[in-house]
């Protein structure tokens, strides 16, 4: 019997959700660099840098969705290096893009694949990340304070509740 489980629904809806919080952090890098052509490219290449380290590790479009980015070496928030390695897959075809026509034929060339890689590997491996998070070592997870309250627990589980040994 084939049975459907909330587990992989959950992760189906997680994955939309971190492609729509991707989508409204690049709607803000297009408006920018569209609107205020060629400094405007400088402006979202700052902003991609800098996106999922600011706001304790919440770029404008996690911070929509409810998502946070931590690092998987020891949980803390995104770094600024982190966050410029993963998003160097975005961050590379917007310097190209600086050169007008040929340098947007380039940003068009390498972007479409960069894309691709990272949706592939993103709903392709088993945790759910994407290129730029193998890259950088991070993972992005709700920001539903869980983690927060598991860190300021006084007691530990298997730690003794007072009772005299």
């Given at each position: 019997?084939?049975?459907?489980y909330?587990?992989?629904?959950?992760?189906?809806?997680?994955?939309?959700?971190?492609i729509?919080?991707?989508?409204?952090d690049?709607?803000?890098?297009?408006?920018?660099?569209?609107f205020?052509y060629?400094?405007?490219?400088?402006?979202?290449?700052?902003?991609?840098?800098?996106?999922?380290?600011?706001?304790?590790?919440?770029?404008?479009?996690?911070?929509?969705?409810?998502f946070?980015?931590?690092?998987?070496?020891?949980g803390?928030?995104?770094?600024?290096?982190?966050?410029?390695v993963?998003?160097?897959?975005?961050?590379?075809?917007?310097?190209?893009?600086?050169i007008?026509?040929?340098?947007?034929?380039?940003?068009?060339?390498?972007?479409?694949?960069?894309?691709?890689?990272?949706?592939?590997?993103?709903?392709?491996?088993?945790?759910?990340?994407?290129?730029?998070?193998?890259?950088?070592?991070?993972?992005?997870?709700?920001?539903?304070?869980?983690?927060?309250?598991?860190k300021k627990?006084?007691?530990?589980w298997f730690?003794d509740?007072?009772?005299?040994?």
């Amino acid at each position: 019997m084939d049975r459907k489980y909330l587990l992989k629904s959950a992760i189906k809806v997680a994955r939309f959700s971190r492609i729509l919080a991707k989508a409204i952090d690049l709607f803000i890098v297009l408006v920018l660099s569209l609107f205020l052509y060629p400094i405007g490219i400088l402006f979202s290449i700052v902003y991609l840098t800098f996106a999922d380290a600011i706001q304790n590790g919440q770029s404008v479009g996690k911070k929509f969705i409810g998502f946070r980015v931590i690092s998987l070496v020891d949980g803390t928030p995104c770094s600024l290096k982190q966050s410029f390695v993963r998003n160097l897959p975005f961050i590379i075809p917007l310097i190209f893009a600086i050169i007008p026509v040929l340098g947007w034929f380039m940003a068009v060339i390498i972007g479409i694949p960069m894309v691709g890689i990272e949706l592939y590997l993103l709903y392709k491996l088993d945790s759910g990340h994407r290129l730029g998070d193998v890259m950088a070592d991070t993972t992005v997870m709700a920001n539903d304070d869980t983690m927060l309250a598991i860190k300021k627990r006084q007691a530990n589980w298997f730690e003794d509740q007072g009772t005299p040994t």
